[in-house]
């Protein structure tokens, strides 16, 4: 259902028009002549409507401005499903009590490195192995990554550790080759319309870690979510990771509202990552613990045995002892919202 | 100190003439010609220099930019005082170990209501009572506050129960009226810059609440605060309470990255206001455990027996019963951040 | 009129809530059932109700949102009054069809420079005097104007020029010094939602120049206006001047689009500075040909006859003879979108 | 050349541990000991250097900040080339004194429709035809665009009307077929970001129009730029489309103050689309003119025949009547900045 308002001074045929179009649609319409404006109330699921659609009448003589009533996002909405979507990823499951910390360095850099990492954050209570093989940098001076020899480190510490691997995906020519090796596929921030790879992972049955965009309303980000839902996987998780604002001593602002805002919104579960969302490795720990107090039902982590000899984002990485007392408070702050880790 | 660079090609001669105008405001140089760019180097106390005076080197020929490397605030900085300050109010002392708790109505309506929340909140923790005599609004149609009266209600509120009086502070006309029944004074965001008001409330010696601005940045309200400091008045306590962003689906956005920020850059306690942050009552609570765990000082929440009723703010308070849930919520998680409420 | 969306499962009883709260407001209303939402359409004149008031509703049970149809602002919208505002200065008329210049710099600094810059510009074509008596500055630390002195130099310009002059008001503790000698008041950005000032001003007389808040929409910038005319004073000049956004290369983000925006929602005249809204000399020129080729009624500009030793913000000055030529280049655009200089 | 700042109380250790540091990446030092801080300079040719191993030294103890005085963007900079780019397609030049209008659809519907438009824009001026045969959607329940069909249609248009094609690419896998048809191809703001993309198309020779991303600042779209050029392609125009802001009166903040920022940093070509900037058809006109007197090297403008029935952005597209009136007055607003359309 939409709400058309007209212009003050709207004529007959004006309205007659409107009506009409909207007949074609196959909407029927109510009429309300208020003392100001004159409103078409269209009735009928308009859901079906794209924002497109309904913004055509935008354009029609006489109409001033349309209010969407209805949400358009459906699949991953909370009136569609009203239980929360629980992901089963091997042994684990995310979106129920248990909350999930994914931990890791930024890329993959070497078996070594990551083995000693993954080992670390194991024993500290980290449940996921994270590590991109393929990386999206700003600059195409910067590392690239290791590509498919970095999917197969994170495989072999898989093997080695038991933990779950979530990787990048960037292209969707590499679907394949990530098919192979990544527990999760994460989708990131600034592939988050990336159209054609959502349909792509949409596609397949791995769990999706979709990583909101840096200037990505939240409504965007279940929009972009639905694309992937409307091709058959709902294995969703979102990731709050930092928006873009004004402020500049943060590397982004870490919306933690979003938190509660999607947990009423959707069903899909959601997850925090602050290492991204602040960019220095000394605000990780607070932000971390406002993200369990604030709902999130997992958090993803940078975390590197060397951030001075890290190819990638070593200034926002916490080294394994740092990490080791935050998932202690972590723990604690958890019990306290009714929560485990 | 700060680094002039100089435009590829520059000349010797407008070298010298840069030279020279930093010459005659006292500082020494040192230049350094790299492969690419010519640097010179300001030496001496640049922090006396004001943003006006440095940024006039910009339009000299020759010139490309201007790196500053001191911060521009100085006496509210952890540079200028390591230790945190304590700002005493009564009994109670912010910005200790002790975490304060600010509750009450976004204005003041009437005795009555007034006494009945602050018995409500005090009986769950609270430890002030908030409630606005003046206030700013948006439209000039909207209830601009009792003025006096209101003031008068607070003072025997406070009377009746003990809870020291928080209230907002908008025309420096005012100050003579406030500093007769306040306990600490508000400065709201719309005024952070309102830098007649800032000189106004330095020259007196009461506890300043100051809010960070819609779209100040931190630095920004470290030059606010520096405002009232450098008048004399070193009992500022800053409030983080949601920037502009282009997110929509809540009031503002509550930046809780400042919360570790702030506590880095500055002695200053710094305290939360979930309630304007985000602007709707069923995501207070989880942006107020957030906050705690995040670091923050303290809280200022809004609370009111009858939402529904409020002349101002009614979506965004919490009635007393979820308050009083929450305030259990934070005691736990200031445990385990090593605070007490 | 307003629009009240109930949620899903909303009860009769929560709707006969809702609908008798309406009513003793004096409402009637229109229940719309469609196949996903329960609307309910507020009949009458909600213009009169405030924000706050409609906004109260979205606590009551079942109620999920509201759509607000009527524009908050009345007296300086284009529904209100259809004819474009003409403001008399002197001789001069701002709003219709000749565009006016504003020109000079930032801070009044001394009598032989004003002098010597109001000179210039008065040849080039601009038929008025800007120059702050009263500076807000973001740092305790910088330059605060000259005060009454600084006036008093403004009024002898005008004198041997006979160019009215714009000036700044920070305070309403100066509105009677400062109605001794401006001829307009600018309200600064940073005043902008100041509203004791915008009271103050409102019940003069005097023309107003009200500069668009760094973080205000256009509707906030409207509300500002509307206090002021509320009062009585219809005189308002509005003023982009630059909004605040995550782009760093410009000093604010100039907002051109808020000039056909504004013409269209408002009777009152627009004009744009761009000095402030990009903040480097070199890019004023561009985009004050742009703001006229956009339809601004008028333009404010930094002059200042030696940049390198102003007071304040020579880095976005324009020397005269710069501003001689673009003041040639406005005219011919000018003339291009049917108007004069 | 780079600046490292370091901690007040930063001891010789540390400092020499990070000029070890240097060393090894075969950097000189010079150190300058300040009043209040201690710098290091870091002398040889850094803009090799990632902006990531520079930051991994911000993690080192002892170092406060990193100023960066090279840009990181170099084969798009004015520094590295001071000419301006001229771009052939067919027989006309992007670049050089003649702007360029690129006009059409949102998105190709059929042979009938585009061709009808494509006959009414060439008769007015224009020189490119637009329409999208991929189309990025928000909602995957929206159009997607034709495919290939869409593609032969536009390339029947062009036989007919000798207008060369501008169409969107949006997939690594479509590179073929778009190489087919297209004559310049467009990497829309969604994807600005998409690296893989990026390469892709930086490895033919095809003209590309690279828009900005919505949160995009100047500095990323250069570096976008970057990966095209640094792949052997130097065909690439530029094209401000918008950024999201928080201002919701207009889709996007079309930000104009980018035409002449960037004409100053780079040599490449500047277009703007102020359809997508603006979002409204009745404020198009106002910015396509003030885009022309902001410095613009061309203009990309949605036009449709049947706004009403356009299956995509209909609410944006002017009709060919408008069109051919906004183009009159762009040509005389052109020769008065010294071009021509």
Known sequence: MDIIVLRPGVTDKEIRHVVK????KGFKVQISKGTERTLIGVIGDTSKVTEEEISAFEVMSGVEKIHRIIKPFKLSSRDFQAKNTLIKVGKHTIGGKKIHVIAGPCAVE??????KIAKEVKKSGATFIRGGAFKPRTSPYSFQGLGEKGLKILAKTREETGLPVVTELMDPRDIDVIMKYADVIQIGTRNMQNFRLLQEVGSHDKPILLKRGLSATIKELLMAAEYILSRGNNKVILCERGIRTFETATRNTLDLNAVPVLKKLTHLPVIVDPSHGVGKWDLVAPMAKASIAAGADGLMIEV??????????????LKPAKFKTLMKELKAIAKVVGREI
Chains 1, 2, 3, 4 share one sequence.
């Open 304 to 317: 590197h045995t060397n951030p001075e000899e890290a190819l990638s984002d070593g200034e926002q990485s």
């Open 21 to 24: 179009k909207l007949g074609n």
């Open 110 to 115: 070497n078996m070594t490195t990551l083995l």
